[in-house]
């Protein structure tokens, strides 16, 4: 069963910043966060990933609440190719690997 | 840096018949994942690779198999095919670091159908 709860669709203004929400809040302390994205039945893309600290990196930002219960996806000016299906993961240990375990995610949909 | 590649990008086959399925990682990665992802449904992990071993697999019957190859590419076999197996199959590949595997980076996938 998928870790995360997130908005099963979302829109956005061209040009504006898009914030995705993800609810975790039985993560553990050593679980990452982690966001992927699928636009039209392609591959996953790798968005961001993060453990306590917010992060950011050329895509994206993480804001990840001080008790880790949620976090939120920054995309800071959004386009029309950001209009995918955004997937937030909790990473979690399994027989010696990690298990990502992708929920329904959020489709966002960015308007003109 | 060439990404995850995945062999045929389509696939049809008729119910009963055996399909095979091919993913080559990312340069350096060592770890190779199975994923299956029916219309309109999230991912469901079916199978992990890791140094040629099969390390784990998820909640699907025995005729879902692979192997990975000394070269770290992988192949999944599925057999007597049934129309629920119609589906996108993803691969991901990741490295192991500092005793943990790192982030998993995905192929575009192949779609199967079954009739």
């Known amino acids: 069963d998928a870790k995360t709860t997130q908005p099963p669709s979302m829109d956005c203004a061209e040009g504006r910043a898009a914030n995705l929400p993800c609810n975790h809040s039985t993560i553990s302390g050593n679980e990452y966060v982690y966001w992927y994205r699928q636009i039209h039945s392609q591959g996953p893309q790798y968005i961001i990933h993060?453990?306590?600290n917010n992060e950011t990196n050329e895509m994206a930002s993480l804001i990840i609440t001080e008790d880790r219960k949620s976090s939120t996806l920054i995309l800071p000016h959004a386009t029309l190719r950001d209009t995918a299906v955004y997937y937030c993961?909790?990473?979690?240990?399994?027989?010696?690997?990690?298990?990502?375990?992708f929920g329904t995610g959020t489709r966002l949909k960015v308007l003109a | 840096e060439a990404g995850v590649t995945q062999s045929p990008t389509h696939l049809i086959k008729t119910r009963g018949q055996q399909a095979t399925l091919r993913c080559s990682p990312i340069?350096?990665?060592?770890?190779v994942y199975w994923y299956q992802q029916a219309l309109g449904l999230g991912l469901q992990f079916l199978l992990w690779y890791d140094e040629g071993e099969e390390r784990n697999r998820g909640n699907f019957p025995p005729r879902f198999s692979g192997r990975q190859f000394p070269n770290y590419s992988s192949e999944l076999n599925v057999n007597a095919l049934e129309l629920e197996d119609s589906a996108l199959y993803l691969c991901?590949?990741?490295?192991?670091?500092?005793?943990?595997?790192?982030?998993?980076?995905f192929g575009p996938g192949t779609r199967l159908l079954v009739l």
């Open positions: 993961i909790v990473r979690v240990p399994a027989s010696g690997t990690y298990k990502y375990i």
């Open positions: 993060g453990l306590k």
């Open positions: 991901a590949s990741s490295f192991l670091a500092s005793g943990f595997q790192e982030t998993q980076y």
């Open positions: 340069s350096g990665h060592t770890s």
